[in-house]
């Protein structure tokens, strides 16, 4: 009897061990809090975040990544600039360094909103805060899909990477919207 409660207790030691070891090394939850990320995550959406993506690799652009804006307080932004890009809208237009940008990703947002409303006012790279000419080294240029709607880098700057958390893989709740975050 006693050996089968020291197996038990070990089970659940080692079970502790792993859970503890998945949350702050590989995955984390999270929970949207307001519409910068509509139409493709909604408030009350909740999302596991990988942070072993970066660990192994860099943020790509039209990456959805979880970020601290501040102490208390994290951001679900797409990632548009990387570094070294130079970054412009134009008429509702993305250019990275120059070259038209597709971002299929806004559709379903663009047709909610009248034709001749922009979803993106125009702007460019030097006028965000930090100047900028490019996107500095370690730094990422970040939106909403919710582009009338979101606190991102046109307020914030540049984000650092030291501030990125992961990136956003698996919206699993409400069940009715569980897909791949992409």
């Known amino acids: 009897m006693k050996q089968q409660w020291l197996d038990w ?13 998945v949350r702050v090394f590989l995955l984390a939850p999270v929970v949207v809090e307001g519409p910068s990320m509509l139409t493709t995550l909604h408030s009350g959406d909740h999302l596991i975040v990988s942070k072993l993506n970066y660990s192994l690799g860099s943020p790509e652009r039209f990456d959805v990544v979880v970020f601290h804006a501040t102490e208390r307080k994290d951001y679900i932004k797409r990632v548009i600039g990387l570094p070294g890009d130079r970054i412009t809208y134009e008429d509702d237009q993305l250019f990275v360094n120059g070259e038209a940008m597709e971002e299929p990703f806004l559709n379903e947002r663009k047709k909610q909103i009248a034709e001749d409303q922009l979803l993106t006012d125009d702007f460019k790279i030097e ?9 500095p080294q370690g730094h990422l240029l970040v939106l909403g899909d919710n582009r009338n709607n979101s606190t991102d880098s046109r307020m914030l700057g540049m984000i650092s990477d030291d501030q990125v958390v992961g990136q956003a893989v698996l919206s699993y709740w409400p069940l009715s919207r569980i897909s791949l975050v992409n």
Not at 9 to 21: E, G, N, P, Q, S
Not at 127 to 135: A, I, R, S
């Open 9 to 21: 207790i070990k089970a659940f030691v080692i079970a502790a061990v792993l859970a503890i070891v």
């Open 127 to 135: 006028e965000l805060p930090g100047g900028h000419e490019v996107v």
